[in-house]
């Protein structure tokens, strides 16, 4: 028997199994259904834990972020579900990246590969997004997730993660990797600049541990939770600033002395946050925005144009960010377990979002553990 | 005699000059005073003509356009005007970069060299703006500019121009280099690609040349009055939108076959220009701000996250742009001749703003021509 | 009956066609072999004309250039060519991004869109170079190529031409794109910058046309050959130097002024031509190696590190940039038919090799014509 | 007494000081000699700690290193040395970025700030290097540097240090920010990236510790000395090998699963650095040579353009990674003062020299303390 069979014997895939599909909006429902089979370039992975993300929570009532060209149906009968880890069970043709028994976290999307963004290297802006017979997968937004016990993934979106790394934090490392991207689209090489981070959601929190691990000086957080703000410190940030007791631009300026920032990660979605970034940087400075507000807003394009600021919207978790953003952590760098607050069982995947939505019980990450290892 | 004295004998130098100055605001008037002198790394150079631009229109009413920090004082007492072009007469300590007699067009902005953006090379976002003994000049904005017969210029914001080009095209260099920094700064890399340009006064005129020239295909460009869009066709457009009749979005999409194109050049400062240029790009498109509207207004931000829209707003001409921009001139690439529609003396500097800020008798720009040569 | 399926009508597919077919070393015979099956994301490509390559010459005697991992066997039994043209006949699943009946030029390099260097867009420096399951594609090079009637493609080594462009002039769009992307690669906003190209190759006669396209001034040729020297000037070369009568370092500084040049691209493979590179280029400029001399030389690297010189190998035609060569080529900025100095039917091959070969006849570019049309 | 006064009270300045200065090639004699005054822009610095380079011992004997130019004459009569740190007591005109007590250390470049390299960031690559009066500084090889007790900086060659950190220390800093350009210049982004540093001297070992900061994974260092590869562990390199036993391609390519390297950072020197280093990274690998050999050397250039590598000379401290550099020491991400192994006093610098040169008991760095705190 090859090493590699008795590999795939400590791992016997089950002909069905157990997962969560949506229906219509709001409508999720725990089937049983076939384990699918991977292809070429892909893996079957066995779920061992998966984390709620906001945009889970949006996916259910909205279904997925609607795009230029109209966006895409409300997406029926499929498995959402897209912050997982697990452990590499089945290998597709051509497969030599991974092997059996690798524990791995995801990233979202694998692009066409034939676009033009994807021929650049900006696979997160496909152009062939949620075209699957073109080769494009967004787990758990246009094809299958991971609120399953398996979940098939593309090469592309998988990286190696040590033993010594729970599942839970594991799953944390694509809201890492999001954070990491967002940083790297505004320049990346930040060893002693200031950045502010603003919104302590998870893309936040890991967003000031990313940035401290690259050596930014001071890391400037902003919210109005107290709690929040405190595990911002624990996550590495120098000085926070509770918005509901300080102008946070005021604090910002007074912080740096009045020179304001080079960089502003935007994580809050707030109404008034990209007016309020363009004031905290200085001239020729940087935003990245990681979030937005749901509606239209308000903005004062002027203070844009005349201080030379570059914002960029991005989506996702591109240029391969995630690999760094779990590089760090592998290197216990930032402690990304701090977030994870709550956690559930497979069962209990409809109170795992509530807990999420409702942030009952102050819930930042809630992870539902699929498998006790 | 040195045939440097006998250059210097060519262009003598009186003690006394004609200036437009500004007292408070609209108030302008010409007066005698002495000829300044040009310190290290500057050149004295006598003002062959010089263009208004609608920048000089919102200083002489509001000043210079306000920053981060609050902004610049109105600047009281001093000769506006930045597109300007004319000859070398004298030179500053340490000059060899230029030689008496030397014809020339210049750049607004000197950086201080010593701050965290001249030291990137972002000297349009010098983060002394304004600060003149520390080095800063932007001509005619926070410092004497070229409403006058004589002016002082940094060797920084010079450029040679060819005998066989007239005045009046050289005080366009500027303008044009300011369209080609906003290509520059989403890349600069567009053979081939399509390249929307909104708004068809002089920046978005010698964009729609300067993206020709550069090879972009199709150079798509946006307004709503006929006579300009047909001079943006004769600058090397491939297709011109009038906002009157047409969708600019639809159109834009109609014309790539629904693709959307990458870039928009955004020059028009109208309150929906983003919203509008943020469904004209497909993912991952990017966005030249080079116009801005003066109020706040309206953004759906979720669009351009959604989509990986990068938004570049641009102050002046950095990145040596206008280098390029006056090869591209010399070269005869594109006509930026075209868009000079009127000629005034220097006696009449109040009616040649006057006919550009009214638009009178669809004046683009009017040219003051302080010299016959 | 659909107008697809009128248009394939139009291009009836044999079963079987004509192949040049590569034994071992020099070992190149016509047969008669199955028309191949375009899979997903490929097309089947009537090939209209092919030209000879000199890296064909290197492989008909050596196989595919090494590479650092010890390069790739002798590839036998395939067809090489890699530079042709031809026409749209058969799409496999999935294609809608070309239509039967389209005209099309192609790239080399297909990668496999899920190692390191594709994920960054780097896809001529593929991991899994000659990979065929993982879907690496070097059409004529570790894949079957163009010296044949068919030839199946992927998607991403397609690019359009316009029904006004010739086939032979087809046929030197990757050539083109090479030295694109050789420009590219040093940074590729060149207009009004001083650009040296060594050696009058395809490579370096195109690399001027594309380099004086985007506005490169002065475009400067070294060379040997007065008769390929001149054939550069009418491509756009500003001065030509013969290095058999002046010395190219001090004809370069004596044209610049003393200045030098910030990029060079080189295309000779000569012993010393990275060394007078380096004496070409001011202080921080750039070297593209397009060529390369087959055996070790020496090299004075005090040079490149004193001065800051950044050297960049390149192989192939990467980041699109055959596109943007055939953007600039559809909108005739340069006349690459200048350099097509003989032709020959398919029945032909060898003695449009040996011509290529042995430059017979003063041969830059030979074209294999294999339909007339 | 102001508060500006009361601290330049506190830092009495005395019209003449000590200083070593050069007559001829090795002719360092202790002069007395006045005080300089700082100029605009500058500031004067009491040198408190200096260490010895390997370029200072260069200097000594053949001058400042040449350039493509030809290079400078012999500099004569000037006191060399550039790796020094020290307090600011006296602003010259125009200072605010500093204040009387600062303790700072120093970067060597100032650019003239009006060359097309300084407007584009590159202020290393000064095209008017050396030429004093059009503001061009490099401390201790054209202008004076740090061995004596005062000497004159510009504001845009210091970067504040922070109290906890020792004088000897500081003096690493700015071979520190030599490490960090070279890998700023490959990109930059390297967290999770497998990089080789090649030779264990200073700005080898500083640069195993900027890039395991920055997260880089393997970190891998070679030498031939176990000493030093000791030293390379403790800064954080996770492999060393000691090429005298191991080869050292093999052992990279062992290490990395026979994947190799995406950076090499060339710090050694050695004659087949370059062509061992091609052969280190992988298809589209980067190597930033900061060092050389002295004469010329056989080059496998092929392997270069086969594998698309790209090849960066450096020379100093470009793009401000010295305050990037700082930043990561102040922040204790890796302890530079390691490799400080030997001290001695202003009137000893010929002997610390000798140590450095000689590398008398295994010196590494060998600081110059010139005043006691």
């Known amino acids: ?40 370039a892909e893996v079957l992975v066995r779920v ?96 299958d997730g991971g609120f399953a016990e398996y979940a098939v993934n593309s090469v592309n979106t998988m990286v190696h993660i040590p033993d010594d790394m729970s599942d839970a934090e594991a799953t944390l490392i694509v ?11 505004m320049g990346g090489i930040i060893a002693g600049e200031a950045v502010v ?17 690259l050596g930014a000086q001071p890391v400037i957080l902003t919210g109005t939770r107290d709690s929040r703000l405190e595990m911002g410190r624990k996550l590495g940030a120098d000085e ?46 940087r935003i990245c925005l990681a979030a937005f507000p749901h509606e239209s807003v308000q903005v004062d394009l002027a203070s844009i144009v005349r201080n030379n600021i570059y914002v960029f919207g991005i989506r996702g978790e591109g240029r391969s960010a995630t690999h760094r953003a779990a590089a760090l952590m592998a290197q216990k760098r930032f402690d990304a377990k701090l977030i994870h607050t709550h956690t559930f069982p497979l069962s209990e995947v409809p109170t795992a979002i509530r807990y999420a939505r409702e942030r009952i019980d102050d819930a930042i990450k809630v992870v539902v553990q699929i498998r006790q290892n």
């Open 197 to 213: 981070v603003t919104g302590p959601g998870p893309i936040g929190l890991t967003g000031v541990g990313v940035a401290k691990a």
């Open 175 to 185: 809201t890492a990797g999001t954070a990491m991207y967002g940083l790297d689209v």
């Open 1 to 40: 028997m090859s090493s590699s069979q008795a590999r795939a014997n400590e791992y016997p895939i089950p002909p069905r199994m157990k997962a969560w599909v949506l229906g219509g909006p709001e409508e999720l429902s725990l089937v049983d259904k076939p384990v699918p089979e991977p292809g070429p």
């Open 48 to 143: 061992d834990a998966i984390a709620v993300c906001a945009t889970d929570i949006e996916i259910l009532q909205h279904g997925v972020p609607a795009m230029i060209d109209g966006g895409l149906p409300f997406n029926r009968n499929y498995t959402p579900g897209h912050e997982y880890m697990g452990t590499v069970v089945k290998l597709g043709p051509s497969v030599d990246e991974f092997q059996i028994g690798d524990r791995i976290a995801v990233e979202v999307h694998a692009g066409c590969g034939r676009c033009q963004r994807c021929r650049e290297g900006m696979y997160t802006s496909c152009l062939n997004y949620g075209y699957r017979a073109k080769g494009h997968r967004a787990n758990g937004f246009t094809t």
């Open 240 to 285: 926070v600033i509770n918005i509901t007791r300080d102008d946070p631009v005021e604090a910002v300026r007074r912080i740096t002395g009045g020179k304001g920032v080079q960089y502003v990660l935007e994580c809050s979605g707030a109404a008034n946050a990209l007016n309020e970034a363009a004031r905290m940087v200085n001239r020729g400075g």
